[in-house]
């Protein structure tokens, strides 16, 4: 079935990892995205995480449903390609520093006289303007500088930043909102194309909540808790009698009477600071307590349904092996399987929602540097000669 975004033509010429990921997304629901990368050394996403027998996993995710074309913007004719190219296309999704596409001649102005509706999503460290914006930029420096690291990790350890792509990843999916918004602004109201301003700190901020205004109205800084919340208690993780974790929820006031009397310790709903979350957070310690011991007595199976019965919230504490064998996560396909040329079989995460008329779908894998470069130059009348001329040159793969 086909997806919403059909007929939408995109060029990618990001890397690590925001821009990947919007363009993956937009890919993932119908997108026709063409993959452009450096054609001597590639996209340096290939050389990040595993691979097996030389063939780079997190690749074959990160660039599913992408043509791929080798092409070097910083020589004149690989420039005057990207501009006929950019032609044809709804939106381009690059993160060079400020003022790279400028450099090459192939800014938004020079673009905007080509195609009037192009939508350019620009995603940096810091933003285009300001004065970090020439600083290299990358998500380990967001999760920094966002407030993110300060909050996280034990009250009596360091900042802890996370061991993934956390801040990148948000931005990500931010920017394929944004490039969605341009297009509804250009298509259903009548505009033209515009030039999105999004930097990998900006969305991670929005994420973690209300820490700027609390600050600002109350002059409070949120304290490193661990896997305690500030907001409600009992909420951590917890050892099993069998040495397995589960992790426990209270945000809503019934959910947290429930586990307490599960718990056999219902005499704490009637104390007067059980009746809100932030008077049950001041007390976490002695909850915790009562929770980490009924935990301890009993297999992660006897907790879990136990939890269920009592319609108390509760989740196991997964690794990747479990998480991929969860019932309810393969009922939803969460993982799915799919054919890779190199590889096979490989399962890896499905589209990130589903739609009952245009579900989208992964069409195919990550491809080879160059794979269909060919093709996409002939869809706008290059000719062989002038490929193989250009391919001869280094400046297309």
């Given at each position: 079935?086909?997806?919403?975004?059909?007929?939408?033509?995109?060029?990618?010429?990001?890397?690590?990892?925001?821009?990947?990921?919007?363009?993956?997304?937009?890919?993932?629901?119908?997108?026709?995205?063409?993959?452009?990368?450096?054609?001597?050394?590639?996209?340096?996403?290939?050389?990040?995480?595993?691979?097996?027998?030389?063939?780079?996993?997190?690749?074959?995710?990160?660039?599913?449903?992408?043509?791929?074309?080798?092409?070097?913007?910083?020589?004149p004719?690989?420039?005057?390609?990207?501009?006929?190219?950019?032609?044809?296309?709804?939106?381009?999704?690059?993160?060079?520093?400020?003022?790279?596409?400028?450099?090459?001649?192939?800014?938004?102005?020079?673009?905007?006289?080509?195609?009037?509706?192009?939508?350019?999503?620009?995603i940096t460290?810091?933003?285009?303007?300001?004065?970090?914006?020439?600083?290299?930029?990358?998500?380990?420096?967001?999760?920094?500088?966002?407030?993110?690291?300060?909050?996280?990790?034990?009250?009596?350890?360091?900042?802890?930043?996370?061991?993934?792509?956390?801040?990148?990843?948000?931005?990500?999916?931010?920017?394929?909102?944004?490039?969605?918004?341009?297009?509804y602004?250009?298509?259903?109201?009548?505009?033209?194309?515009?030039?999105?301003?999004?930097?990998?700190?900006?969305?991670?901020?929005?994420?973690?909540?209300p820490?700027?205004?609390?600050?600002?109205?109350?002059?409070?800084?949120?304290?490193?808790?661990?896997?305690?919340?500030?907001?409600?208690?009992?909420?951590?993780?917890?050892?099993?009698?069998?040495g397995?974790?589960?992790?426990?929820?209270t945000?809503?006031?019934?959910?947290?009477?429930?586990?307490?009397?599960?718990?056999?310790?219902?005499?704490?709903?009637?104390?007067?600071?059980?009746?809100?979350?932030?008077?049950?957070?001041?007390?976490?310690?002695l909850?915790?307590?009562?929770?980490?011991?009924?935990?301890?007595?009993?297999?992660?199976?006897?907790?879990?349904?136990?939890?269920?019965?009592?319609?108390?919230?509760?989740?196991?504490?997964?690794?990747?092996?479990?998480?991929?064998?969860?019932?309810?996560?393969?009922?939803?396909?969460?993982?799915?399987?799919?054919?890779?040329?190199?590889?096979?079989?490989?399962?890896?995460?499905?589209?990130?929602?589903?739609m009952?008329?245009?579900?989208?779908?992964?069409?195919?894998?990550?491809?080879?540097?160059?794979?269909?470069?060919?093709?996409?130059?002939?869809?706008?009348?290059?000719d062989?000669?002038?490929?193989?001329?250009?391919?001869?040159?280094?400046?297309?793969a």
């Amino acid at each position: 079935m086909p997806g919403p975004l059909e007929g939408l033509r995109v060029l990618d010429v990001s890397t690590v990892l925001a821009g990947p990921l919007c363009c993956q997304i937009l890919g993932d629901y119908g997108a026709d995205v063409i993959k452009i990368e450096h054609p001597a050394k590639g996209d340096s996403m290939r050389g990040h995480g595993p691979s097996k027998d030389g063939v780079p996993l997190w690749w074959k995710m990160v660039s599913r449903n992408k043509r791929h074309i080798g092409l070097y913007l910083g020589d004149p004719e690989g420039a005057d390609v990207f501009r006929r190219l950019a032609a044809t296309v709804d939106v381009i999704v690059e993160n060079f520093r400020p003022g790279t596409l400028e450099r090459w001649g192939v800014g938004y102005e020079t673009l905007k006289e080509a195609n009037p509706g192009i939508v350019l999503v620009r995603i940096t460290g810091f933003g285009q303007s300001g004065p970090y914006r020439d600083r290299p930029g990358f998500g380990t420096l967001a999760e920094s500088m966002s407030g993110f690291a300060a909050i996280t990790g034990e009250p009596d350890g360091p900042p802890t930043l996370p061991p993934f792509g956390l801040a990148d990843s948000i931005c990500g999916m931010a920017a394929a909102s944004a490039a969605m918004m341009a297009l509804y602004h250009r298509d259903a109201r009548g505009g033209e194309g515009q030039q999105i301003d999004i930097s990998i700190l900006e969305p991670i901020v929005t994420a973690l909540g209300p820490q700027a205004i609390i600050y600002d109205q109350l002059g409070e800084l949120q304290r490193r808790t661990g896997n305690r919340s500030d907001n409600n208690a009992p909420r951590n993780t917890y050892k099993t009698k069998d040495g397995r974790w589960v992790a426990v929820s209270t945000s809503a006031d019934t959910i947290a009477e429930r586990v307490m009397r599960l718990v056999e310790h219902p005499e704490v709903i009637d104390e007067p600071w059980f009746a809100t979350g932030k008077g049950r957070a001041e007390h976490g310690e002695l909850l915790d307590e009562y929770v980490a011991e009924w935990i301890a007595e009993r297999t992660r199976d006897e907790v879990i349904d136990a939890f269920e019965a009592a319609q108390a919230a509760i989740a196991p504490v997964y690794d990747a092996a479990e998480l991929m064998e969860d019932p309810q996560v393969r009922a939803l396909d969460m993982i799915t399987t799919v054919s890779d040329d190199e590889l096979g079989p490989i399962r890896m995460q499905n589209v990130l929602f589903r739609m009952s008329d245009t579900p989208g779908g992964i069409r195919h894998t990550g491809r080879a540097l160059g794979a269909d470069t060919d093709e996409v130059l002939a869809e706008i009348g290059i000719d062989a000669d002038r490929i193989a001329a250009l391919r001869e040159r280094g400046i297309v793969a």
